[in-house]
T-cell receptor, first 116, second 113 residues
Framework: GAGVSQSPSNKVTEKGKDVELRCDPI?????LYWYRQSLGQGLEFLIY????????KSGLPSDRFSAERTGGSVSTLTIQRTQQEDSAVYLC??????????????FGEGSWLTVV | QQQVKQSPQSLIVQKGGISIINCAYE??????FPWYQQFPGKGPALLIA?????SEKKEGRFTISFNKSAKQFSLHIMDSQPGDSATYFC????????????FGAGTRLAVHP
């Protein structure tokens, strides 16, 4: 596809359940990011992947959150034992590999997660 | 030190007016300052960006003004239109490394006809 694709677009889950959110970056983009946006709030960095380098996990809020990227393309963000405070929009983004200038980061439309 | 502070939280402007959104940062290692526009139900999209070696960048009705000594930058939307009604986020990125963006809290702009 032409843009960053995320699924599901909406997910309602019960507290304590695990959820998986999927991101398909723009073809050829080697950098992939996950951000979280709570209602009416800014974007909170979660994790970054670049090629075969070790991911930057510094933004993950707890050990219930994890992410992987298979084959340098598709990424899955997993939230275990979901809590109500995990309710947010989870945004995936991608960009070309960092060069001598800043490459535009393109965002998907997000996965809206509601924990009830 | 990693924060980017954005104001105002919300802004109402009449059609044809000028919308001004301000951001401030502390970390002088930031070297890239983009603005993103987000419509309801959509992901943020890059609007305009500036590097600290210039004081102003203009693209159509959108202008970034950058004050390196004050560690502030602002977005000006000239001749604001109802279609500009959206949430605007400023962001900053550290020198070296990769594009990890630190975002401000956002400004919800409403342009009334």
């Amino acid at each position: 596809g032409a843009g960053v694709s995320q699924s599901p677009s909406n997910k309602v889950t019960e507290k304590g359940k695990d959820v998986e959110l999927r991101c398909d970056p723009i073809s050829g983009h080697t950098a992939l990011y996950w951000y979280r946006q709570s209602l009416g709030q800014g974007l909170e960095f979660l994790i970054y992947f670049q090629g075969n380098s070790a991911p930057d996990k510094s933004g993950l809020p707890s050990d219930r959150f994890s992410a992987e990227r298979t084959g340098g393309s598709v990424s899955t963000l997993t939230i275990q034992r979901t809590q109500q405070e995990d309710s947010a929009v989870y945004l995936c983004a991608s960009s070309l590999r960092q060069g001598s200038y800043r490459n535009t980061i393109y965002f998907g439309e997000g996965s809206w997660l509601t924990v009830v | 030190q990693q924060q980017v502070k954005q104001s105002p939280q919300s802004l109402i402007v009449q059609k044809g007016g000028i919308s001004i959104i301000n951001c401030a940062y502390e970390n002088t290692a930031f070297d890239y300052f983009p603005w993103y526009q987000q419509f309801p139900g959509k992901g943020p999209a890059l609007l305009i960006a500036i590097r600290p070696d210039v004081s102003e960048k203009k693209e159509g009705r959108f202008t970034i003004s950058f004050n390196k000594s004050a560690k502030q930058f602002s977005l000006h939307i000239m001749d604001s239109q109802p279609g500009d009604s959206a949430t605007y986020f400023c962001a900053a990125s550290l020198s070296g490394g990769y594009n990890k963006l630190i975002f401000g809290a956002g400004t919800r702009l409403a342009v009334h006809p």
